[in-house]
Structure formats: structure tokens, C-alpha cells
């Protein structure tokens, strides 16, 4: 990548999108400060709406402009909930000289109260977002198979919104994403399987859509209409980050421009807490979506989100319990050892099924014990070199790139992923658990590195303008290792540092026994030596007790002789 790409996606990616100081023309906006409805902020359309421009509505009270029935609607709403949460819809009425038919959202921000309004067309009353969204719930909740449940989601929100093209849109580990479900008009053609950069969706991008869920953009060719005043109180810019009415970053409306999208919608799923994915909705035409079908495809997506996270939430649970069952395996086998520590090259396989790999190898002694696909002996003096240079000191050290390990990646035999474990990095003992590569023919849409559109000052990066499939062969990655697996590592961890400690103390209680009998053997070699100066003295003796001396002396020769002779044997 070179340097003025580089320089224009850092510039990109650090656009402040919700500080924009504008919304969306489909709606209108005015924020209040508490107790009296003070308005402080209005959108510079708000006289099409209330027939006084916004110079004769800020600073008065919101009741001058609103009927106390939706002022105490919007009060209650506020009453449930928090400051910073998404809009709520607080209530739908008529609103201005023309008693137009509007629905009004509500939500907190910095002690401000904003109200977002939108006209609805005046027609037969909505059906209620709980009820749509239970149907559409029923309608895949029965599918246990994970690509038929995506499948049926894409296919329940086209039917509900009426999109031309809706997709289940997946973050993968590197913030790349990838199409694996899709519900489209005939006449399209098919993104399913495609990826996209993560440059696409920037990272402040992705935290917004954790804090608004649903995100639409009714007509992309708008002109965005400013906030008067455009400042708080304080001077600083105003937090639209919630707001649903939020005017949309001109890259990303050129970004649809060059996909063929005039309106387009989207739903969040989040999973512990991280951006999932994305329900993407596109339209060829300008296209408006009520904020009652926008509430049951929020209700949705929750459901939708909440199957996703029980789901991974049930894989870590196995993997947890699979691992547990092969640590107190390993333990009672490392127990009943007679020295832990060298048992534990005869358990290689028994440690592979402890976590997600396809090799275990052990490193101890300067010996390399292997079991499964592992490098050979000769990779492992650049295993140890690439942990030298990035052991941080706190335990385990990864990589999915065989190019990180290994000096040739060409040499690493089609394994790319490491994780390392130490269990006496003094005397370079690891143990290591290692990944294939994942042979991957990527199907981007459009090629990733070319071509953006940079300006003269560089300080601005256009979207891509082709979407055109492009085909890329990824080696040497193998599937990242995470943190559920550094997890389960840290608790082998733990258990082998245990027989550690234990094989180190049977060999110091050894070592103490053979001093003792060393001490044994010196007090009777002593005792022996002064029996030797009683026989000088011996001079009076018959010659029956003389034979009889000798016949005892003869016997403990024979049994010193027995007890040296296995020591001979043994050193032999």
C-alpha cells in the first residue's frame, strides 16, 4: 500500500461522521433543555413543518408548538429510559397549522431532549411492530441449520421493508466483511459470497452502528439540512451519534452511487457486546421506510442478534467442557508418572484434542517431540527466535502468519497458525499447538487495493467504483486463534505448572535420600575402620574362636559384596 493511500484511509477513518451538524431532508428536528422545554436546536426545514422559522422557535418552550398530549407522551418515554440509549417512539399525532400526521422519537444526549419527526402518509393504521416482528421470529426460529437460518433472515426482512436486494453482511477477524446470505430482485446480480475491505466500514462507523441499531437512508441523493445553531452551549459540536435523521458521510453516498443504490437500510447484530454483522438493505429507487416497520426490524434484529450470540455462546460452552475433560485426563496421567515432566511428551495427542489445531509439538531437553502436522526439528530454532521477539512476558504468544515463524514460509509445510506456551522458558521448554493454513479463493467485490480515488491534497479518499468480482488465493493464514482458545491454553497452562512443580520436587526429595545414604554408608564405613584397630589387638585368641572370627568376617564381606554389585551393575 502506498504512502498516500495509507495517509488518505487514516484521514478517513478518523472523520468525526457523527458530528456532522446536519440531518436527513425526510424529517425535522428540535432539542430542548428540561424542566421548560427550552428550545435550543432546531433543523433549518422546521418552518415547512410548523409555519414559524427557526429564529421565532429558539429559545421558547416546546409547548408553544406542541399539544400537551404528546409533550407528556415524549416525558413518559424519557421517564423509561437512559441517557445516550437509542430513539425510542414516544408518539404519532398531528403536529403544525397544516395538522400534519407525524411520528416523534426521543432520546437523551449531554441533558439535551431530542425530538426526531417524521411525516407519515395519511393511510390505514400500521399493524404493531411487536406483532410483525413475532411472525417474522416464527417464521425462522425453527431452523437449526445456521445457513438456512441466515438465509430465512434475509428473506423475512425483504418481505417485510420491500428492498430490491437485502444480505447478511459478517465481520471476519480481520474487520473484513463477507456476504453469507442473500434475498435479491431477479433482475440483480449476485454479491453472495463476495468480501469487502474493512476500509469499507471504517471503525467509527462500526461503533455506531453498535449505539443505533438501525440506520436508513431513504433517498442518497439528498442535500443535507444544517442544525441551527450547529454549537451547544459549550461551543463544541453536537453529538448526533444516535440520531436516526443523522446526515450520512458523503463517502459513503458516493460509495452507494457507485453500487447503483438510491436508499438503503441497515440492522446491527451485535454479539457479546461486539459488532456481529449487518442486515444490509439496498434499493435501485428512492425509498421510504416508516418508523413502524423500522420498529420491527429493530425487535428483529434483537432476536435475531440474540440467536447469533447463544449460538457462539453454545461453541465455547463445548470447546470449554471438551477441554476440561482432557486437563484431568492429563492430570491423573501426569499424577501417576513417575516424573511428570518427562510424561508429558508421551501425551501429545491427549493435549491435541485440548484445543481447535491440527499439531502439538514439545520442546524440552533441546529435543523436539511431536504429534499431528507440526514443523520439523530445523523450524525450530526461527519458532524460538520469533518468541524471543515478541514474548511480552505475559504468557502466550500467537500468530496466525507462517511468514511471522518461519525464515521461508515456502518451508513451513502448509501450516501457518502458532500458540506457545511456555512451561520453563528458562531452559527453553514450550509447548506449541499449531494451525494449517486456510487456502482461501477470496471472491472481493471489486479489487481491494485499487482503485481509490484520492485528492490532490490527499486528504480525502473516495469509494471504489467497481464492485466487479475479483479473485485472490490467500496462503500462509491460517484461522486466527481466539481468546475462548487463550483461554483454554491458560488453564493447561496451569495444570502443567503444577506437575512441574511436583516433578521438581520428587527430584529434590531424590536427590535428599541419596545424600542420606551417602552419610549412611560413611558412619558404617568408620565403625568398620574401627573394628579393623580392635582385630590388631587380637593377639589372645584360641584357634576355634579365630575360625569362628574369620566365618563372620567372611559373611559380612558377602553381604557388602551383594549390596555393591547392583550399584556396579546399574553404573555399568
Not at 488518505?8 to 421548560?36: F, K, R, T
Not at 413518559?76 to 397544516?98: D, K, L, Y
Not at 443505533?212 to 441551527?228: C, E, F, G, K, Q
Amino acid at each position: 500500500m502506498n504512502t498516500a493511500l495509507e495517509r488518505a484511509l487514516q484521514v478517513c477513518a478518523n472523520e468525526p461522521i457523527h458530528l456532522s451538524g446536519a440531518i436527513q431532508p425526510h424529517g425535522y428536528l428540535i432539542s430542548c433543555h428540561l424542566p421548560d422545554w427550552t428550545i435550543h436546536h432546531v433543523s433549518a426545514n422546521i418552518e415547512s413543518l410548523m409555519g414559524v422559522g427557526p429564529e421565532d422557535m429558539l429559545r421558547h418552550t416546546l409547548r408553544e408548538f406542541l399539544t400537551d398530549d404528546l409533550i407528556q407522551a415524549v416525558a413518559e418515554t424519557i421517564g423509561f429510559g437512559e441517557s445516550g440509549a437509542p430513539p425510542q417512539r414516544a408518539a404519532v399525532g398531528n403536529i403544525g397549522p397544516m395538522a400534519h400526521l407525524c411520528d416523534v422519537s426521543v432520546h437523551v444526549v449531554d441533558g439535551l431532549v431530542h425530538l426526531e419527526i417524521e411525516p407519515q402518509p395519511r393511510s390505514a393504521a400500521e399493524r404493531s411492530p411487536t406483532v410483525v416482528a413475532q411472525a417474522m421470529i416464527a417464521r425462522v426460529a425453527g431452523s437449526d441449520d445456521i445457513v438456512d437460518f441466515h438465509q430465512r433472515v434475509a428473506e423475512q426482512v425483504r418481505l417485510l421493508t420491500g428492498y430490491d436486494r437485502v444480505m447478511v453482511y459478517r465481520f471476519r477477524h480481520d474487520d473484513s466483511g463477507e456476504v453469507i446470505a442473500e434475498s435479491r430482485d431477479s433482475a440483480l446480480t449476485s454479491y453472495l459470497g463476495l468480501r469487502y475491505p474493512a476500509s469499507d466500514i471504517p471503525v467509527q462507523a462500526r461503533t455506531l452502528y453498535l449505539r443505533n441499531r438501525i440506520r436508513v437512508i431513504p433517498d442518497a441523493t439528498y442535500v443535507p439540512v444544517p442544525i441551527l445553531p450547529d454549537r451547544d452551549g459549550r461551543g463544541a459540536p453536537l453529538d448526533l451519534a444516535q440520531m436516526a435523521l443523522r446526515s450520512v458521510s458523503p463517502v459513503h453516498l458516493e460509495y452507494l452511487a457507485n453500487m447503483g443504490v438510491v436508499a438503503s437500510m441497515s440492522i446491527s447484530i451485535v454479539s457479546a457486546g461486539r459488532l456481529w454483522g449487518l442486515i444490509a438493505c439496498h434499493h435501485r429507487t428512492v425509498r421510504r421506510v416508516p418508523p413502524g416497520v423500522r420498529a420491527a426490524a429493530d425487535l428483529f434484529g434483537l432476536f435475531v442478534s440474540m440467536r447469533v450470540a447463544a449460538r457462539e455462546q453454545q461453541r465455547a460452552l463445548a470447546l470449554e467442557e471438551s477441554a476440561r475433560g482432557v486437563r484431568e485426563t492429563l492430570a491423573l496421567r501426569l499424577d501417576n508418572a513417575i516424573d511428570p515432566r518427562l510424561a508429558l511428551a508421551t501425551e501429545l495427542d491427549l493435549l491435541a484434542r485440548a484445543v481447535d489445531c491440527d499439531g502439538v509439538g514439545l520442546l524440552q531437553d533441546g529435543h523436539w517431540h511431536s504429534a499431528g502436522r507440526t514443523p520439523g526439528q530445523g523450524q525450530v530454532p526461527g519458532l524460538l527466535d520469533w518468541i524471543q521477539r515478541n514474548d511480552a512476558g505475559t504468557g502466550l504468544v500467537s500468530t496466525d502468519a507462517a511468514a511471522d515463524w518461519s525464515r521461508d514460509p515456502d518451508e513451513a509445510d502448509g501450516i501457518a497458525g502458532v500458540l506457545a506456551l511456555p512451561l520453563d522458558p528458562g531452559r527453553e521448554e514450550w509447548l506449541f499447538f499449531f494451525r494449517c493454513e486456510e487456502v482461501q479463493d477470496v471472491r472481493w467485490a471489486g479489487r481491494p487495493d485499487e482503485p481509490f480515488l484520492i485528492d490532490e491534497d490527499g486528504d480525502r479518499i473516495g469509494p471504489r467504483a467497481s464492485f466487479t468480482a475479483w479473485h485472490e488465493t490467500v496462503r500462509g493464514i491460517g484461522v486466527p486463534w481466539s481468546d475462548a482458545d487463550r483461554r483454554i491454553v491458560g488453564r493447561l497452562q496451569v495444570t502443567l505448572r503444577e506437575r512441574y512443580r511436583h516433578s521438581v520436587l520428587h527430584a529434590e526429595v531424590g536427590d535428599l535420600r541419596a545424600h542420606r545414604a551417602r552419610m549412611d554408608v560413611r558412619e558404617q564405613r568408620t565403625r568398620l575402620m574401627q573394628m579393623s584397630e580392635l582385630l590388631d589387638g587380637l593377639v589372645h585368641v584360641s584357634p576355634q574362636e579365630a575360625a569362628q572370627l574369620s566365618a563372620r568376617i567372611n559373611s559380612l564381606e558377602a553381604e557388602l559384596q551383594s549390596l555393591i554389585g547392583p550399584a556396579h551393575a546399574t553404573e555399568d
